[in-house]
């Protein structure tokens, strides 16, 4: 009988509701096609919602709601985030069950009733709420992913023109991309290694790529171009500025909740920098995609020479092992050496710079650099270019270009070079 009376007050309650969103979730306030959807929505879920506690519907037998569906893919159009729409049914189930509640003070009725009435709302209306919103949830993701696509489509077939080195008027090119080309960019490519259940790859690719653009202070938005449902490239527009902080960008793209990886160029002007930024993105996650294990992270500056050799996966994890030897062995003993070998040239051939950095005592880095020459069978001092982007290799490829520990094809130490044949 609540229920009813309730239901007669239809239209109140709905504005009522209405009104109060708008107060509480300034992202729909002002958007007047937005703010008529959204109260047909609220019309719907509350007539809806009424209309299982008087009859006592199962909520398994629901089905997709028009009004509340067309809420969420409008949301979704208008780039509005879905804390958004979940915000709406919290607060908006909040005010709903305010009206129940008030309706049953009302009625009287004796403690025991008013108990078990209480019991049976709260559980029908957040067994609701939460059926309606994880469906709403995935309505909004799919079609994030579809506006994406459909938006960028001419995007796409411009940054292609672009990329192919075609005769390009970059009036017209900036025009439709939206994104000035006479400025310096920063590459990136960006990818889900997994494709998500929800299909909101791209969206969360694309958001990311916002939360770089907005840690590196970049002063306009960056030009996102999907590839496919789970690889998208991106430019971020640097002004006249060059310098990167690296560290903040891998913070980004580490913090994150989901599992992305990134690759990113080196800063470049003009339109065959947003060519070239690319091309290094791209042969960055060449070496990302091969590496045991990947990192999420990889900025192809710092790992240029390896990126550079790994077309040829095969020949390379050869000339590690000519370089390294036995210290190419994927075990803990041969990693801790390879450690401070990397750290030791890193300080210059050093002893003391390498013992603070590491925080060891001096004598232990000439007892692991010794024990590292004997391994390799060569010291330091030769070869020191190849020695370091060998360990490069091996930091940045992991187990793709060491030997299994025990057994696996044997390395051929430096001195032990093959007879050349005659």
């Keep these: 009988m609540s229920a009813a009376n309730v239901e007669s007050r239809l239209t109140e309650i709905s504005h009522d509701v209405w009104e109060h969103l708008l107060i509480e979730i300034p992202q729909v306030r002002g958007d007047d096609p937005l703010e008529r959807i959204l109260l047909a929505s609220v019309k719907e879920n509350v007539a809806t919602l009424l209309h299982i506690f008087e009859n006592d519907i199962p909520l398994e037998n629901l089905e997709g709601l028009a009004s509340p569906n067309e809420h969420a893919r ?24 305010q009206w129940c509640l008030d309706e ?37 993701h799919l079609e994030q992913e579809r506006w994406l696509l459909a938006q960028t489509a001419v995007r796409t077939a411009r940054v292609r023109d672009v990329l192919a080195e075609k005769e390009v008027d970059l009036d017209s090119a900036e025009a439709a991309l939206g994104y000035r080309l006479r400025q310096n960019h920063l590459g990136l490519a960006a990818w889900l290694p997994a494709l998500t259940r929800d299909g909101a790859g791209l969206a969360r690719l694309d958001r990311l790529t916002h939360e770089i653009a907005e840690e590196l202070d970049c002063p306009a938005r960056p030009l996102f171009v999907p590839r496919d449902e789970g690889l998208a490239w991106a430019w971020l527009p640097f002004g006249s500025h060059s310098e990167v902080s690296w560290e903040r960008l891998a913070g980004v793209v580490e913090s994150g909740a989901f599992s992305v990886q990134v690759c ?48 040829n996966l095969p020949d390379l994890r050869t000339w590690v092992g000519g370089i390294l030897g036995p210290l190419a062995v994927d075990d803990e003993q041969c990693a801790r050496l390879r450690e401070t070998l990397h750290d030791f040239l890193a300080a210059g051939c050093n002893y003391t710079a390498t013992a603070s950095r590491e925080i060891l005592h001096k004598n232990t880095v000439h007892y692991r650099i010794r024990k590292a020459e004997k391994i390799m069978g060569h010291s330091v001092q030769a070869g020191h270019t190849d020695l370091e982007v060998a360990l490069l290799a091996v930091n940045y490829l992991g187990s793709t270009v060491m030997q299994p520990p025990g057994g696996g094809t044997a390395v051929r130490r430096r001195s032990e070079s093959p007879r050349r044949r005659h």
Aim: with cysteine; aromatic share 8%.
């Design 74 to 97: 409008r949301l979704a159009q208008r780039g509005i985030p879905v804390s958004a729409l979940i915000r709406a049914y919290r607060i908006g189930h909040w005010r709903f069950l």
């Design 104 to 140: 049953l003070a009302r009625r009287g009725a004796d403690d025991v009733v008013s108990a078990d009435v209480n019991r049976r709302m709260l559980e029908v209306s957040f067994g609701y709420i939460d059926s309606v919103t994880e469906h709403v949830i995935e309505v909004y």
């Design 264 to 311: 990113a160029g080196s800063v470049q002007r003009g339109i065959e920098g947003f060519r070239s930024t690319n091309r290094e993105a791209l042969r960055a996650q060449e070496l990302a995609t091969a590496a045991s294990p990947g990192r999420r992270f990889t900025a192809y500056s710092q790992v240029a020479p390896v990126a550079l050799m790994c077309k």
